[in-house]
């Protein structure tokens, strides 16, 4: 990916459209923390990660009253999505790092969302759309194919 073209759309429910650069997205106040990734397949990690939080750049697009789902995409098509109310109450991290290294292709950059207390399919790698909506049903890639919307740890990940 060309990092100098690429940019991040926010749209949809919010009263200030944006539309960021790597480095504008980078110039949020950073965070690190170490979150442990936990893949269906039956494998987990515990990686640091560094990145910028998803409602900071949600509070400066300002969602309107109707929205409670935020859904991301992905360059490749990808897409998932989270009640506005997980991101707004939680310290959820788009990342750019990972053990003190920017984040390398196969592994989301120039973003992935480190989404904490979810299965892995929700922590979306190669963001750059985030959209605020009034579907509180949408289905991404794994959702349409009967993985749980929740994705929560303590459940099943299939509905």
Not at 18 to 30: A, E, G, H, L
Not at 31 to 47: A, H, M, P, R, T
Not at 66 to 81: K, L
Not at 96 to 118: D, I
Request: charged share 15%.
């Amino acid at each position: 990916m060309d990092i100098t073209s690429y940019h991040l759309e926010v749209d949809g429910l919010v009263a200030h459209p944006r539309n960021y650069t790597y480095d504008q997205v980078k110039s949020f106040q950073n965070y690190q923390k170490v979150v442990k990734l936990d893949c269906v397949e039956g494998w987990s990690v515990n990686i640091l990660w560094q990145g910028v939080l998803v409602k900071d750049i949600l509070n400066e697009a300002q969602p309107l009253l109707p929205a409670n789902t935020v859904i991301f995409y992905a360059v490749d098509g990808y897409s998932t999505s989270f009640p506005l109310e997980y991101l707004q109450n939680n310290q959820i991290i788009m990342a750019y790092q990972m053990n003190n290294a920017t984040l390398p292709p196969e592994r989301g950059f120039p973003f992935q969302l480190v989404a904490e207390s979810k299965w892995g399919y929700k922590w979306i790698k190669w963001i750059n759309h985030i959209e605020l909506s009034n579907n509180s049903s949408y289905q991404g890639y794994w959702e349409s194919r009967s993985y749980s919307i929740s994705s929560n740890l303590n459940e099943s990940f299939l509905k």
